[in-house]
C-alpha cells in the first residue's frame, strides 16, 4: 500500500498571544492520499490556516505528527525545509498579490520560478508555455499581473505553484477575494491540473460551496477533523450524491454535526445504544431532580 502523501496525526499548535494560550489546533487528524483532490472547510478560526502554514513548511506544531511525501515536518532541518518548499509543495495563497511578481509578465513570473528551481535553460520556455496551456490562460502570457482579472491572476499563480513539479499543491483560500465565475473558473482549473498531472492538491477555505466542486470535503472545527462528505457519481445516468462522513479519533471521539445537534436540542449528556450495526443516539432525559421522601403509613 502506498503511503498517503499528507499525513497528520494528533496535530497540536499552541500559539501564546498577550500571555493568553490559543489552540489553534487541537488534536488534528487527516490523511491525503496520493492523487486526491481535498478541501477543507471550516468556519473563521478553526485553524485552516494554521494547518496549511505548518503543512507549506513555514510553521512548526507543537505536538503531533505532521508527514507531507515522506518529509516529517517535525523532524526537518533548515536545509531540508527550503527544498522541502522549493520542490516538494506548491502553494497558492489568497491574496492575488502575494503569489506573483508584480512587474514581470505572467510568462516571466513562471520562468524565475523555474530558474531558480535549477530547471534548464532551454526547457523553460516549452515549460512555461504548457503550464500557461493548462490552466487556461496561454493567450495572457504577456501580460503584467495587475492586467489579468484575480481569477486569471490565480490561474497564473497556480501555473507558478507547479511549475517545479511539486508532490503536493496547497490553496489557502484561492478563491477568497473572487466572484462566482472567476471561482468556478479556477476550481475547474484546479480540477484540471489535479487530474492531468495527477498533483495531491488540498484546498482550505471558509466557502461550503467549495465542497460542490470537489469529491472530498473535511469539516474541520475547534481545531480538529470534524466530518466529511464525498461525493460520488453514480453510474445511472451520471447523477452526483454526497455522502456525510463522521470522523472518529482512535480513542473513539466523534463531533456530530451541528444541524443534527440543533435538530434534536441535543445537550450535555446524549443517549447512545449499541445495535447490531449501528449506533442511536438519543436526546438524554435531565437529571432526575431529587424527590421528597414519601411518608410511610404509621
Ligand atoms: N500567530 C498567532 N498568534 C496567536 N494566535 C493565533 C496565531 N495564528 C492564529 N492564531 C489563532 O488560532 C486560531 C486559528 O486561527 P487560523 O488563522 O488558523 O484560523 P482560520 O480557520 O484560518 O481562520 P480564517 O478563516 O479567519 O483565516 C484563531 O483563534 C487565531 O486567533
Redesign the pocket.
Known sequence: MTEPHIVCTDLVRI?I?QGVE?Q?LQGLTLRVDPGELTAIV??????????LTILSGLDAPTAGAARVAGHDLLTMSERERVLYRRHTVGFIWQQTSRNLVPYLSAADNLELVLSIGGSPRRQRAARTAELLELVGVSELADRLPAELSGGQQQRVAMAVALANNPTVLLADEPTGELDDDSTADVLEAMRTVNSELGVTTLIVT?DASVSQHVRRTVQIRDGRTATETLRRTAVDGGEVHAEEFAVLDKVGRLQLPQDYVDALGLRERVRLSLQPEHVEVRPGLDPVAPTAPTEEPS
Do not use: D, Q, R
Open positions: 500559539f498571544a490559543v489553534a471550516g468556519a473563521s478560526g478553526s485553524g485552516k490556516s494554521t494547518l471558509h
